[in-house]
């Protein structure tokens, strides 16, 4: 069980619709699209992922962080130094 | 003819390989891989999109702003001022 | 007291910093410094301005959202959540 | 001359303004302002500096690389080969 099991199935619909950006993608270079043309869709597809990224972050925060913050200790503390790590990385990205 | 044009195929290339980066998110999020260690995969393909999308406008100066600069008249000057504009939603997606 | 209280003559010393790389900006454009050289002190401000914002993030995590969890209810919810939308208007910023 | 000689008073304005954001934020840190509150004004001034850099770019653009371009020979590659670099620096940054 992770923070994303129950949205599991919105979350592979939302990464299969982002594979789909990224075909239609190869789509339009291999159809010689203009270039200023293909750099919104890019956009497009890096702002879903993103917005993916962000949406696991948030779960992850509230099921297993705040689980182990809950139960004291240690490894609560853990888990806030790990997600504060992975929200510096997601930022910088 | 574009200005990626010549490296149309390596393009394509880079494009699949992002295809089956989003599709290895698919897989991860289906065997309910750990949250923390998902977003360091969802920012490889990011900044993957991202590369492509600087190569595309690095292409896109070096053969259709600069022909059009050097044609000389308005249409360089409307070129440069697309490329700014696209620039800057790069910069802010 | 807040999360960085304990840190605040730290931040303060980074904020100061940043102000001065700001005037150093300043000067660089008074100095008709050439473009593509100022660009990089103004990356470098901007990744500074980020890690104070990914540093209070840290220490708001570590301690207001956490105090709120321990103590269980909603509010401990409503802390994740604002702390979510936080780190959203981050990333996309 | 550069690229953003006429518009030198329009920068200047704008990083004293920028001066006056982080400014503000010490004194939010200072009176132990809610962390939650000090992101937005922290992106604020990021994506201010941000305008700057793009500004700057497209200046340099319309300027410096456009004349390069004009006058001919690998000058003018030159010149689009170092924009491309910084405008991978500012996405990146």
Redesign the interface.
């Given at each position: 069980?992770?923070?994303?099991?129950k949205d599991?199935d919105a979350?592979?619909k939302r990464?299969?619709r982002?594979?789909g950006q990224?075909?239609g993608?190869?789509r339009m270079?291999?159809e010689?699209?203009?270039?200023?043309d293909?750099?919104?869709q890019?956009?497009a597809?890096?702002?879903a992922?993103?917005s993916?990224?962000?949406g696991?972050?948030?779960?992850?925060?509230?099921h297993?962080v705040?689980q182990a913050?809950?139960a004291?200790g240690p490894d609560?503390?853990e888990k806030?130094?790990?997600?504060?790590e992975?929200?510096?990385?997601?930022?910088?990205?």
């Open positions: 069980m992770r923070g994303y099991t599991k979350y592979a990464l299969r982002i594979e990224v075909r993608l190869q270079v291999d010689d699209a203009y270039c200023i293909v750099l919104p890019i956009a597809a890096t702002r992922l993103q993916v990224a962000l696991l972050l948030e779960d992850h925060l509230a297993c705040a913050v809950e004291g609560g503390e806030i130094r790990e997600a504060a992975a929200i510096s990385r997601l930022v910088r990205s």
